[in-house]
């Protein structure tokens, strides 16, 4: 019996493996040793494979791939409503393998060593983010219980930590300005290795057109523009610009039913790190309205006089996100509409 279609449920060891044949009927149903995996698939006809899309899905699509079969990944999401009961890998890989035959299912596009490579930096970087705001906050708080206030913003912190370290020492115990010392090296040091991740993104941002074409869309910098190739790959497995910002999960909740429209908050559903970059930008857009407000697009100064400023800034991230997929469709420079 020939086998078609193969689902697979990945593991970091042990992979189950289900595969039918063209008319449904089960081959094997069988658990595979990480190191047997290739060998299996070696000596298999090239077929149709599903797999749950996770972090190391898109290794294996790569090395499937390569041996011809058809890989397909499949949200998790998605998988969830073909489990008939229970929860184990046998179920959990026949279901898999019955959704990768759904005509109507979407997949996620495998990502190459390259994509991957780019999204280290990001992936790093945001660590080192969060660790440096971490730092900052603490060493506030701590000011702030001997009545030393630190302006706001992690600069101010971080400006504070480097004339501490210069000997400006506070009218403090001796024990509390050994931590605080501690506390400043800590923070510069993170300081300066964001900056390594900042210089290593924009040399390797000037390499690839794609974020080149991006960096020309207001509100969208050399970070967002990277994160968003590195990502998305080819932005053409999007049928237009609302899927894309859909994905996103920059489109509202759809609840209609009975003839009667019901939109909600956005549906938060997808890529949380570029939906955040995209929202940030946009609220550095708002900014910039107060103070060159004829560099500002009509639309958005009509939109942030009558809608809320966190709702403004929402809607011209969905704008923003659907003008992204008409450049990478494109590959075109954005071109503002001019009245």
Not at 114 to 133: G, M, N, P, S
Not at 166 to 176: Q, R, S, V, W
Not at 207 to 226: C, F, H, N, Q, Y
Not at 230 to 237: I, M, R, Y
Request: proline share 4%; net charge positive.
């Amino acid at each position: 019996m020939q086998v078609t279609t193969v689902g697979i449920d990945l593991a970091k060891h042990v992979f189950q493996v289900h595969g039918i044949t063209a008319d449904g009927t089960v081959v094997f149903n069988r658990a595979i040793r990480r190191a047997q995996l290739v060998t299996f698939f070696d000596e298999l006809e090239p077929c149709l494979v599903g797999m749950e899309a996770c972090g190391s899905s898109h290794h294996w699509a790569r090395e499937l791939s390569k041996l011809g079969h058809d890989v397909r990944l499949i949200p998790a999401n998605y998988v969830k409503p073909y489990v008939k009961r229970g929860k184990s890998d046998a179920v959990d890989a026949e279901a898999i393998c019955e959704a990768v035959t759904r005509p109507t299912m979407r997949f996620v596009a495998p990502k190459s060593e390259a994509q991957q490579a780019v999204l280290f930096l990001h992936r790093a970087r945001d660590l080192i983010v969060r660790q440096r705001t971490q730092l900052s906050n603490m060493l506030r708080s701590l000011l702030v219980e001997f009545g030393i206030i630190i302006a706001q913003g992690t600069g101010s912190a971080v400006k504070y930590a480097k004339s501490l370290l210069d000997g400006d020492k506070p009218d403090l115990p001796e024990i509390a300005i050994d931590v605080l010392k501690q506390l400043s090296h800590q923070l510069v040091a993170m300081h300066l290795r964001l900056r390594w991740y900042e210089v290593r993104m924009r040399l390797h941002s000037k390499l690839d057109k794609r974020v080149m074409l991006l960096r020309t869309i207001p509100g969208v910098g050399p970070v967002t523009a990277s994160a968003i190739v590195a990502t998305v790959g080819d932005a053409k497995q999007f049928k237009n610009g609302r899927q894309f910002a859909a994905w996103l999960g920059l489109t509202p909740l759809n609840r209609s039913s009975g003839g009667k429209e019901r939109l909600g908050r956005i549906t938060k559903m997808g890529d949380r790190y570029i939906r955040r970059l995209l929202v940030t930008g946009m609220t550095a857009r708002l900014r910039q309205m107060k103070v060159n407000p004829d560099r500002v697009d009509p639309w958005a100064i009509d939109l942030l006089t009558r809608k809320p400023p966190r709702l403004a800034t929402i809607a011209m991230a969905n704008k923003t996100a659907r003008i992204v997929w008409a450049v990478l469709t494109k590959s075109e420079y954005y071109r503002p509409h001019t009245i």
